[in-house]
């Protein structure tokens, strides 16, 4: 079978984002941050909305936007007069109707906005040139949390006790704040402002059972995260669906049989 160019770029771009979704994931798993992945999938829409604004790159202005929420989700923490639920339902539903609004105000002055494509992702779109941006931007997340792992996970396991054996909880929480937002921004090309946290938590939530050490959790979730990107471009090859839901789908099949087969053991 003769595979066309197109969907070997979607393939690799996918691949490249599930290897570092999968760590990152474990992480959202075990602190129980997916409502963070939402604000930060909520404020992509703004930040594209500014991108289109001023004609840069929608990439950096998703990037631009996340790094924004994370550090104003920091200091308003620091008053602890909000619960984190609170003050996150505030930053993303006040990015996405603020990134919304400003859509709306571009069609409306003649602007063309593809919306379906930010929404859903269009994976098959990707050029070379993006994926040369994406193996870069891959890397440098891979090597951030390579470096700063054992931290990561201290403060994912007790934080307090992360903060006595001197930790500068802080300062990782903020820098892993800061690597979702740039994973978010990436992975929004993929499968779509409404899909990403999907992308994130379903592949390590599947690797859960199956992994007895932090390491092979993340290990494993990566490996969810590629059959899932496999199966996904593949339907909708063969189904004519859309791609970024397709590969949500698959890895939440892959979820079902995961707990199917754990169970049964």
């Not at 997340?141 to 909880?169: D, T």
Request: glycine content about 8%; some cysteine; aromatic content about 8%.
């Amino acid at each position: 079978m003769i595979i066309d160019d197109f969907i070997i770029r979607a393939l690799i771009a996918g691949m490249l984002v599930v290897l570092v979704a999968g760590p990152l994931g474990c992480v959202v798993v075990w602190r129980r941050m997916a409502y963070f992945g939402d604000a930060l999938a909520h404020s992509a829409l703004l930040g594209t909305s500014l991108a289109i604004m001023f004609d840069i790159k929608p990439l950096f202005g998703v990037m631009l936007t996340g790094i924004v929420l994370s550090y104003l989700l920091i200091r308003l923490q620091v008053k602890k007069d909000l619960s984190s639920d609170a003050i996150l339902g505030i930053l993303s539903h006040g990015a996405l109707a603020a990134g919304l609004v400003m859509l709306a105000i571009m069609q409306s002055n003649g602007q063309r906005v593809d919306l379906m494509a930010y929404l859903f992702g269009d994976i098959l779109s990707v050029s070379w040139n993006y994926l040369i941006w994406l193996s870069a931007i891959c890397l440098f997340v891979l090597g951030a949390m390579s470096w700063l792992w054992q931290s990561i996970l201290a403060v994912a396991v007790h934080e307090e006790l992360a903060r006595s054996e001197g930790v500068a909880v802080d300062r990782v929480r903020l820098i892993f704040m800061l690597l979702m937002a740039v994973v978010v921004a990436v992975a929004m090309k993929i499968v779509g402002i409404i899909l990403i946290t999907a992308l994130l938590i379903v592949p390590a939530a599947s690797a859960r059972r199956f992994a007895n050490s932090p390491e092979a959790m993340a290990i494993t979730a990566m490996v969810f995260g590629l059959l899932a990107v496999l199966g996904g471009v593949f339907a909708s090859m063969q189904w004519d669906t859309p791609a970024g839901p397709s590969i949500v789908l698959a890895s939440v099949v892959l979820f079902f049989v995961s707990r199917f087969k754990s169970s049964v053991q």
